[in-house]
């Protein structure tokens, strides 16, 4: 691997959605009364239309801001929330970055380790790759009510692009153990994970088999321990990080904060979100230790460069967590993730098949939101046709393809309708003018009542269209989101 691979660029997403803490012990103290103790900050919360697909798109439009999608040649997607078994997840998301069809795709699972597993093999895969490597993750874990998992659980996700050019960090070295100690689980045909008891976690899973997967990367790279300028380490137990740290001599200053009050555990995608958190405040020639446990456990270790100065202003995890809504009702809560059974009246109970063969044929327009520029008069629309609609010009068969995703809009005309079925009423839909021309009639998402009006700035992001239940299908299809919410 030459020294010129690393860390090009990173991205992260985390829905602005914030449950409180307070909210999910007030409903539940009477059956579980030790949560009380637990009720402090908040955990994102993803919206119904959201999920590890659409929350990975986010954080890899994030990443690849000011990067050439045209370089990149591997995807790689993991998380153990996929919303398809035997879909490649990967492959949605590539079609809703508008990534080249030249592109190798993997889903990764199985593990909360998929994050950094999936890492550490892009680094050692784009040496040699044609194009550089997008790492993805994200997660949407469901959790029974009154559970502790409930309470420590967050929705969210991050991307890294790997490959050569001017890395912002290069990988100094990685180790790998794997065990089959079991933590938690959740089997095929199950909704929630099953944990075990926390002491025999944290004494015989984090205490030793943490210490020397560290301990082995060091020793290999010939590095101090207490050069360490950043440890990242998720884990829901408390005092369990500081106490792998003092065990291999890492320094409690360079112990990263896990993001417990602000967001909550994200599964698998949770080290690469950590990872991008420190890389936020890392200045040339940091030490950043990322470790993943489960199953075994992963620890890279990563040396920042000069690049990172001048790497190009994005959202990253600090401007997601910014960018946040507190919610409150726990029912919503509930609602969302199909954790309690609502009436959604007969204007729910509508077929919703989707042929295969429509949706294949026309992808770009629904999944890459691909429009068409006229090239004799240069006007743009959505969707392409055949003819073009500039009253003045009307040529025929004279469009080029042209991507929307990324283009500024602004409402013209919107309406909040109660009538129409939508989990989260009422449902928001209207027209919007895109910067540069072209318009559609689209869903809105992420709106505060009263906050939307002619003329709001808006966003397109990918988001869940609806749900066909009976056949387990998820239609995906990008919505409108006002820019201060996006």
């Known amino acids: 691997m030459g020294n010129d691979v690393g860390i090009l660029s990173f991205g992260a997403y985390v829905p602005r959605l914030r449950l409180q803490r307070t909210a999910i012990a007030a409903a539940n103290t009477w059956f579980n009364p030790g949560l009380r ?29 000011g990067f050439d999608r045209g370089a990149v040649g591997s995807l790689y997607l993991a998380s153990t929330t996929h919303p398809f078994d035997d879909r490649q997840n990967a492959s949605i998301a590539a079609g809703a970055l508008h990534l080249r069809p030249a592109l190798r795709s993997l ?9 950094t597993s999936t890492l550490a093999a892009a680094v050692a895969a784009a040496a040699g790759a044609e194009g550089h490597v997008l790492v993805a993750a994200g997660e949407h874990r469901l959790a029974k009510a009154a559970s502790l998992q409930e309470m420590q659980y967050g929705d969210g996700a991050a991307a890294f692009v ?11 070295g990685a180790h790998s153990e794997t065990v089959d100690f079991v933590p938690q689980f959740r089997g095929h045909d199950r909704a929630h994970d099953y944990a075990w008891e926390e002491r025999w976690i944290r004494d015989e899973g984090y205490l030793k088999i943490v210490p020397r997967t560290i301990a082995a990367v060091l020793q290999a790279t010939g590095t101090e321990a207490s050069t360490v300028n950043a440890f990242c380490l998720p884990c829901t137990l408390s005092r369990v990080v500081p106490g792998v740290a003092k065990r291999v001599g890492i320094a409690d200053g360079a112990v990263r904060d896990n993001l417990a009050a602000v967001c909550g555990d994200t599964g698998a995608a949770h080290p690469l979100l950590m990872l991008a ?3 936020e405040d ?42 946040r809504k507190e919610e409150t009702l726990y029912q919503r809560y509930l609602a969302f993730n199909d954790l309690v059974t609502l009436e959604r009246g007969m204007r729910a109970e509508v077929d919703k ?56 809009a602004s409402v013209m005309s919107y309406t909040a309708d109660r ?55 998820v239609r995906y299809f990008w919505k409108a989101a006002p820019v201060t919410s996006a």
């Not at 009720?39 to 959201?50: F, I, Y």
């Not at 889903?107 to 994050?115: F, H, V």
């Not at 993943?292 to 600090?318: E, N, W, Y």
């Not at 003018?433 to 992001?461: A, L, S």
């Open 277 to 279: 958190h420190a890389l």
């Open 37 to 65: 103790g637990l009720a402090k900050g908040e955990r994102a919360m993803a919206n119904w239309d959201e999920d590890a697909v659409t929350m990975v798109v986010e954080a890899a439009r994030d990443c690849l801001t």
């Open 419 to 473: 009538l129409t079925y939508c989990p989260d009423p009422p449902a928001y839909y209207g027209m919007v003018q895109f910067e540069g021309g072209g318009r559609m009639m689209t869903d809105f998402t992420d709106v505060d009542e009263g906050k939307v009006d002619v003329g709001t700035p808006m966003r397109m992001v990918f988001r869940i269209k609806d749900v066909d239940a009976a056949r387990g299908f």
């Open 353 to 408: 098949g989707t042929p295969l063969s429509l949706l294949y044929r026309n992808r770009d327009m629904l999944t890459s939101l691909i429009g068409g520029r006229c090239r004799k008069c240069g006007t743009v629309q959505y969707p392409r046709g055949r003819y073009c609609v500039n009253p003045q010009c009307k040529a025929l068969d004279s469009q080029d393809d042209e991507p929307f995703a990324d283009r500024p």
């Open 282 to 323: 890392a200045t040339p020639g940091d030490l950043i230790l990322v470790a993943a446990f489960d199953g075994g456990c992963d620890a890279l270790l990563f040396r920042v460069t000069d690049a990172i100065t001048s790497l190009p202003r994005r959202q990253g995890v600090k401007g997601t967590l910014a960018r």
């Open 107 to 115: 889903d990764a699972g199985g593990s909360l380790r998929a994050g």
């Open 162 to 172: 790997i490959g050569s050019g001017r890395p912002i960090a290069r990988l100094v």
